[in-house]
């Protein structure tokens, strides 16, 4: 079953526009952490964020922000005044103790694309 | 600082044919941990280890095998390769098993 969930596959917006980006988790745990990563074309996964769950409190970062809601089991990721340089494909993670260790569970990925 | 780095960047094998793929970690960090990802999908568990031992193991065949050494740089090695296991192997390092994972640019494999 799948842990972590990004219904939007694909997103495109122009420049300047705000775009958040969701992410819906499952877990049987009360300790685990969750997780948001960049991967532009050139492959690498860039780390942006990690929380654990205990800690609700959101949280800014320049232009990104991050909503976390346990009551929703959401961890969704907004980025302000969008830019062409945001456009790359998006993976929110959960990682929680289980037989495979902390391994970080992936969802699908949201494509995003800002144009111009 | 130096950040994980992989090698090769890609690699083009035969069926049939078995590939080693390495992985140092940033300096300090402890742990590695492996991740396969095909076209289109996010990122598959493979392993994790820490201090040189095997802390977990994702649904992958025994054709897949990993070891990390004293200086906490590891290798994943596939046995018996299939054209399935072309994709985008990661690896990713961090300072203890359940800490901020840092990962490399990854080693693109094509099995033709």
């Known amino acids: 079953a799948q842990k972590v969930t990004q219904a939007q596959t694909e997103i495109s917006v122009v420049e300047k526009e705000d775009v958040t980006l969701d992410c819906v988790y499952e877990?049987?745990?009360?300790?685990?952490?969750l997780f948001w990563y960049k991967q532009p074309p050139s492959g690498e996964l860039v780390f942006l964020i990690r929380r654990n769950s205990f800690d609700e409190q959101n949280e800014i970062s320049g232009r990104y922000s991050w909503n976390f809601q346990k009551s929703t089991s959401s961890f969704n990721f907004t980025i302000t005044a969008s830019q062409v340089v945001d456009s790359a494909v998006y993976f929110c993670a959960l990682s929680e103790n289980s037989n495979s260790g902390y391994a970080l569970n992936f969802g699908k990925g949201t494509s995003l694309l800002v144009t111009p | 600082d130096a950040g994980v780095t992989q090698s090769p960047t890609h690699l083009i094998k035969t069926r049939g044919q078995q590939v080693t793929l390495r992985c140092s970690p940033i300096?300090?960090?402890?742990?590695v941990s492996w991740y396969q990802q095909v076209l289109g999908q996010g990122p598959q568990f493979i392993f994790q280890?820490?201090?040189?031992?095997?802390?977990g193991r994702g649904n992958f065949p025994d054709r897949f095998s990993a070891r990390q050494f004293p200086n906490y740089s590891s290798e994943l090695n596939v046995n018996a390769l299939l054209l399935g296991d072309s994709a985008l192997y990661l690896c990713?390092?961090?300072?203890?098993?359940?800490?901020?994972?840092?990962f490399g640019q990854g080693t693109r494999l094509t099995v033709v």
């Open positions: 990713a390092s961090s300072l203890d098993r359940d800490t901020e994972a840092f």
């Open positions: 280890y820490y201090e040189k031992e095997e802390r």
């Open positions: 300096s300090g960090h402890k742990s």
């Open positions: 877990t049987r745990d009360t300790t685990y952490y």
